[in-house]
């Protein structure tokens, strides 16, 4: 499986999956440009794609600014070259009970997920469609999948984000262009780490395989639906995540 020559960005890419599925396509070949609201952590990977001997850029935008996406992907296009590769993976969440859940949380949340995959696939697509090949990855959720208490916004978005998986996979197929989803189950990232550790321990304890999943298992199931070899994938989720959801 290889992907050398293609380029590659990554939104959130500054931490956790996105850092690490950063790395895992570098591995395979690919120039990385690295979009996240962090510009160090965009940095620090950016400098790890370096010494894996791919080119990288670090670029700061809120995925939520449309003007702020075009630059940065007019960016990537300049230094690195047209994006093959697009995965839509900045996210944030935090546990509420709906009863406590306000406006605004409700709107950033469906905002960050779902018009932000919405503004980084707008910044992109037209290129691929024109070179007739292209690679779109969502970072879903299984909170997508099977809901998820204390984050109803959240799962909400995710699902959103399944929905636009499927709806641009199906317009994008005739042009050589995939979009999948990854589901990821629970990830040992720093989006985790805030969570009360008595709650982490029950989460962790009810995985079937016995482990946390760490962003390597989901950087695997990237490097696969970003390939040649998965051209035949579209419109699926993929969810590495332990059984915890089947
Ligand atoms: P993380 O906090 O390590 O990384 C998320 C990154 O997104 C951060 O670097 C953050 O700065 C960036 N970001 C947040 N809002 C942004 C914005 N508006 N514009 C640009 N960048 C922004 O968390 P992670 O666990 O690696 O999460 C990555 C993705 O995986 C998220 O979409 C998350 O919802 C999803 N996910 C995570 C888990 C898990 O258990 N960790 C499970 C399922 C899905």
């Known amino acids: ?10 939104t959130g ?4 999956i996105g850092r690490s599925s950063a790395l895992r396509l570098a591995r395979a070949g690919s120039d990385v440009a690295v979009l996240d609201l962090n510009l160090d952590g965009a940095k620090q990977t950016a400098a ?4 894996l001997g791919r080119r990288s850029v670090a670029l700061e935008a809120n995925v939520v600014n449309s003007v702020e996406v075009r630059a940065a992907a007019a960016r990537v296009e300049q230094e690195l070259g047209p994006v093959d590769i697009l995965m839509n993976n900045a996210g944030l969440a935090w546990l509420v009970s709906f009863p406590d859940m306000t406006e605004e949380e409700w709107d950033r949340l469906l905002s960050v997920h779902v018009k932000g995959a919405f503004n980084c696939t707008k910044a992109v697509v037209d290129g691929m469609i024109a070179r007739r090949w292209g690679r779109i990855i969502n970072t879903a959720s299984i909170a997508g999948l099977g809901g998820m208490g204390r984050s109803v916004a959240y799962a909400t978005a995710k699902a959103g984000l399944i929905g636009f998986t499927k709806g641009l996979a199906r317009e994008l197929a005739p042009y050589g262009v995939t979009v999948n989803a990854v589901a990821p189950g629970f990830i040992d990232t720093p989006m985790t780490d805030t969570w009360p550790p008595e709650l982490r321990a029950q989460r962790v304890a009810s ?12 950087a695997e199931a990237v490097a696969y639906l970003a390939s040649e070899e998965a051209s035949y994938m579209t419109g699926q989720v993929v969810s590495p995540n332990g059984g915890s959801y089947m």
Request: glycine share 20%.
């Open 1 to 10: 499986m290889t992907l050398q020559g293609r380029v590659a960005l990554i």
């Open 48 to 51: 790890q794609v370096s010494t």
């Open 207 to 218: 995985i079937p395989v016995g482990r946390v999943g760490l962003p390597e298992d989901i």
């Open 13 to 16: 890419g500054g931490s956790g």
